[in-house]
């Protein structure tokens, strides 16, 4: 027993304890230097020195609302003071009122919502749902993706994090899908990407067996894998080959959910409404872990009088749907959904446009809403990517300076192998962009000076 409360304690203290007893997740532990935060709020957060940052990361691309905000505190506070925890199984005001709000933004017949505490847990139970309504076993997933850390979730992540880890699972079968910036089909524009990704998913379906095939799973716009908003019919397409052939769609909105593409959901940009949607961060601003499957009434139905074989203790935590009930209710009331497409289009969008003007290392920028992607080059003509894409990507010398020079200059950048992503909260305001851009702007002479 220490005399020192929490609180009381210094960040030398702080910093001390994390060095001897946490265990960082994606990291060489010996390695890493994690600084100790002393408070945050709306889009900045601060150390005990009072060196304040300004995240353009959103945390893991989850503060949707920012850091702190009242509303958000009070609904979880209120809640711990009159119900702090409940069982799932019960009908708990906190979860049936989070679950009706969202079953009203998500697109179609989602009607139904499995709660869980994060997103790769939704990836699990949306792959699990998917298996028993069809009786069969295979998953299609695509290169250049994320789906989380758990079995079958980084099993079926095409990213060089699931290297490591993959045992072969049985059943999870990658195709690629569309990226006109690296297209896997050597086509020269949109259209012709969009129908030869479709020609290349008919034919990978054809030589797999569509009748052994449960689902396909796709990140509506692949988040950590680049931000790479799909082309025109492309993802309609998919919802045509998978009604075919009776395989059932899970669209993965864990980071593009709730907001964050200047839309409810990406998959109402497209018109497109899958048979699962997966979600998380975004759902309550990260405050209190919490994620879950839509689930259409048809797969629903398959559960009406047959008990699904799943659960988490859990499942539906009132302090996190409270947190839930808040954050939606506020981004409805202030029209945060909104702010977050104007931002994209009238400020970050543009200003990224005229960096990539500025800096041959900038290969492209691409995205909407508070979700935008900067990829650097060594050399524009080719595309060359500034690191290598394996899984030290992100630690590469280039990588590793440019996030120094804009952490020194007061900005939290994303960075993830050859990119960095400007996905701020989706309230952040045209003063605050502007700020991080002219700190881009310093931080990308960094990178200009490996282009070759
Ligand atoms: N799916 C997508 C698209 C993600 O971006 C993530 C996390 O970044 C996950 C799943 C996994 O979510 P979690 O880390 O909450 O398990």
Redesign the pocket.
Known sequence: ATARTRRERTAEQITADDRAHVFHPWAAQDLIAPLAVAGAQGSYFWDHDANRYLDFSSG??FTNLGYQHPAVVAAVQEQAARLATFAPGFAVEARSQAARLIAERTPGELNRILFT???????ENAVRLARLHTGRHKVLSAYR??????GT?INLTGDPRRWPSDQGTAGAVRFWAPFPYRSPFHSDSAEQECERALQHLDDTLAFEGPSTIAALIL?TI???AGIMVPPAGYLAGVRELCDRHGIVFIL?????GFGRTGAWFAADHFGVVPDLL?F??GVNSGYV?L?GVAISEEIAATFGRRPYPGGLTYSGHPLACAAAVATIEVMSAQDVVGRARRIGAEVIGPGLRALAERHPSVGEVRGLGAFWAVELVRDRASRDPLVPYNATGTAAAPMARFTSACRERGLWPFVHMNRTHVVPPCTVTEAEVKEGLAVLDEALAVTDAYVV
């Open positions: 893991l691309v505490n994060g997103g790769a847990e939704a990836v993706s994320y789906h989380g850390a758990t979730a990140e692949p988040g950590t993965d909105e864990v980071m593009t997966t998380a961060k872990p994620g």
